[in-house]
């Protein structure tokens, strides 16, 4: 009677966790939602821009005319301009109730695999993961940036390669969304050579179906402005757009909190902007140990090394379950580029939930991890202390952790 019993309990303790997550990962995106309306949503601003240039027939002036830089290629205006048919007010809280649906649904699909019971108390604790990347969550949303939509375009691709019983239909959508949200923001791009290298377990006909959607949905993509432009003005959107990312360079401010930013910071004594500060918030971090010529190769080193890792890893779906290699490869994606700013880091959300999962019962690297990512800004901190987390890349160290305590665990969580 006594077992029968604890066993109830648990299974309501259980319950009750999992719909605290939901609840609390709820009241994120409410926090998120009404910061993009109360800071006026500057990313969104930006694509909204573009998409009503499109509509109005000015679709060459995307790179030219916009709030600030426009930096995605020419077909996310395109294929996403009737958005900007609504009220820029509508289309924003659309935008983020679309970006609630889509963590629902990673949360849904990954809790499915890593946790018991219902799809329901497997979900709420799979929300856990959002509660764990809170601050990352808020920011996406504040900006009304698309790195959520670009992070479930890869888990939903991902789940599908992973399951033998995926409809043809499901396999023809994910991966035609992952190619789209792939060729307008780049870093995802790696995830195309799936249906190529990961090719165990899956069935032929399944690979060939994954690679003409990429094949066909890159056609799509990369050829949707030919609507409305002439072909040769098609291709000085591409070169402006290629000009638009060359233009960025590598910003060394403390907001990107890359490798390569890190060792510029801290071991060149170059002074460095502290945008939190204002236009005149210059400061020295570090020690002029390092020359650029050394700096740059050690840069080089790391782009070779953690692509090298990343390919790697994509070629062995089999050799850990599906949702452990899935965290691992979409978490992966932003460590090459030497760009991580703190919106980016939502794409460690499936990381996130694997870590849930193991760590259930070890409960203080939870906490650690969920202070190192919340708790390092400058609203918790103040400006000073704040600006030497920011500017020590304390994402980047988090993430490397995340990786490597899923990566060096024995059990094998989930399926």
């Known amino acids: 009677m006594s077992t029968s019993g ?18 609390v990962a709820g009241l994120i995106f409410s926090l998120g939602t009404w910061r993009a309306f109360e800071r006026g949503g500057a990313d969104f601003s930006v694509f909204f821009e573009a998409w ?42 659309l935008w983020c109730l679309a970006k609630a649906a889509v963590v629902g649904l990673v949360i849904r699909g990954l809790g499915s695999r890593l946790f018991r019971g219902s799809k329901l108390a497997a979900a709420g604790m799979a929300a856990w993961g959002v509660v764990l990347l809170a601050r990352p969550f808020v920011i996406d949303l504040q900006y009304g940036q698309v790195n959520l939509f670009i992070m479930g375009a890869c888990v939903w691709a991902l789940l599908v390669h992973c399951d033998p019983r995926a409809s043809r239909p499901a396999t023809v959508l994910s991966w035609a969304l992952l190619t789209f949200a792939a060729l307008a923001k780049v870093f995802p791009l790696p995830l195309l050579l799936v249906p190529w290298l990961s090719t165990a377990g899956a069935s032929p006909v399944k690979l060939r179906r994954e690679r003409l959607s990429v094949i066909l949905a890159a056609g799509v993509v990369l050829l949707l402005p030919l609507v409305s432009q002439e072909l040769d003005g098609v291709l000085a959107l591409y070169r402006e757009w290629h000009g638009a990312l060359l233009s960025k360079g590598l910003p060394l401010e403390t907001h990107n909190q ?30 002029p ?37 899935i965290g691992v490869a979409v978490a992966a994606l932003i460590l090459p580029s030497h760009l991580i700013w703190k919106p980016y880091f939502v794409v460690f959300l499936p990381l996130a939930v694997v870590l849930v999962r193991r760590h259930l019962e070890s409960w203080p690297v939870l906490v650690f991890i969920f202070a190192a990512v919340n708790f390092t800004g400058f609203d918790v901190l103040g400006p000073r202390l704040g600006a030497q987390f920011e500017a020590a890349s304390v994402l980047l160290w988090v993430g490397l952790l995340m990786l490597a305590s899923v990566l060096a665990g024995r059990h094998r969580l989930g399926r």
Do not use: C, K
């Open 258 to 287: 890359g490798f390569a930013a890190f060792l510029n910071r801290f071991f060149t004594a170059q002074p460095v902007h502290v945008i939190a500060a204002g236009p005149e918030g210059y400061f020295r971090f570090g020690w």
């Open 52 to 93: 009503r240039l499109v509509l109005g027939g000015r679709g060459e002036d995307i790179y030219r005319v916009s709030p600030d830089r426009f930096l995605y290629a020419p077909g996310f205006a395109w294929l996403l301009a009737p958005v900007a048919l609504l009220p820029r007010g509508l289309a924003l809280a």
């Open 6 to 23: 604890g066993q109830t309990d648990s299974r309501e303790s259980d319950l009750g966790l999992s719909l605290l997550g939901l609840f």
């Open 289 to 325: 140990l390092l020359s650029g010529a050394t700096v740059a190769l050690l840069s080089t080193a790391w782009t070779l090394l953690t692509m090298g890792a990343l390919v790697a890893w994509l070629l062995a779906p089999g050799a850990r379950p599906a949702a452990t290699w």
